[in-house]
């Protein structure tokens, strides 16, 4: 693991745990935190900011040991998107084995910017997007693919691919028709203008708009809650057993992003199963199974 970390560390993206939350940091803030990716990365084989937070966000997912997961910028930007200038161009296939005519589509499909968006949409781990400035592109789809977005008051969010003359990629007419009314969907990809963190928060959008001195104490907080989950202390439940509930918070995580594509019957079928499960293990029951 500690090898992995370095590897990640040498690819632009700064990983720890600490309290039990996972924090991605990316950083290549000389680059304004644009994504690169093999084979023109500066970690090992040419492992590129995106294929480093790709592995990160598995590891994050994996992990029992991580109850919650953040993702944030330095340097003043959380992430301007796909690294446009990076050494051998955008297409991650091997020249030697791309089909000229169908070359971006092949790419799209194989080693496209949506993975980054699936892996966290199927994860059960919660993630928080820590949004402290400006999200472009692929940047914008990395933090709304989280489950809860707080931005600073200095962050927006730039749907900007009309303007490069590139259709929306990472999800986004996915993601932004579930997130959003269609007028305000079509408003946000159409012009193709930044949003503000204050006007995404209006709009439902993001879950809290905060100072930039704020943030990360709010969002700290809001995964302190989430990795510390128990019982009420109120009504016919307080006073119950401690257990780490953080498997059942990831079901829910999933039944709710299930239900986005689902029936209403699959979606009662599920919840029937996931009551047959236990809600989570005492703080001993792990040695006691063994």
């Known amino acids: 693991m500690a090898t992995d970390v370095e590897d990640w560390a040498a690819a632009g993206l700064v990983y720890e745990v600490i309290d039990s939350v996972g924090w991605l940091r990316l950083n290549r803030p000389e680059r304004r935190n644009a994504m690169d990716h093999y084979p023109g990365g500066a970690g090992p084989g040419g492992m590129g900011l995106r294929d480093a937070l790709l592995l990160a966000i598995r590891d994050a997912s994996e ?7 953040v993702i944030t910028g330095t ?19 091997p020249e030697e084995r791309r089909r000229s005519a169908t070359v971006a589509r092949d790419d799209g499909v194989l080693y496209g910017w949506y993975r980054l968006f699936e892996a966290i949409w199927r994860s059960e781990t919660p993630f928080i997007a820590a949004v402290n400035g400006p999200a472009v592109g692929g940047g914008c789809q990395l933090a709304l693919a989280c489950d809860l977005i707080y931005a600073s008051e200095d962050a927006t969010f730039w749907e900007i691919f009309g303007r490069i003359g590139l259709p929306l990629e990472g999800g986004a007419a996915w993601l932004l028709t579930r997130s959003l009314s269609l007028p305000l969907a079509k408003e946000m990809a159409l012009l193709a203008e930044p ?80 009551l047959n499960m236990p809600p989570g293990d005492a703080p001993d029951d792990h040695e006691r199974h063994l």
């Not at 340097?75 to 296939?93: C, M, N, T, W, Y």
């Not at 509930?245 to 029937?272: C, D, P, Y």
């Open 75 to 93: 340097g003043g930007v959380f992430s301007a998107g796909a690294d446009l200038r990076q050494p051998g161009g955008a297409i991650e296939i």
């Open 195 to 274: 949003l503000s963190a204050s006007k995404a928060e209006s709009w439902r959008l993001i879950n809290g708009c905060v100072p930039a001195d704020r943030l990360e104490e709010t969002v700290r907080d809001v995964a302190r809650r989430l990795a510390t989950l128990g019982p009420p202390g109120v009504g016919p439940m307080a006073g119950g057993p401690r257990r780490d509930l953080s498997a059942r918070v990831g079901h829910i995580k999933a039944q709710l992003n299930g239900a986005w594509e689902q029936s209403m019957w699959q979606t009662f079928r599920e919840e029937a199963a996931l």
């Open 63 to 69: 992990d029992k040991a991580v109850k919650a997961a």
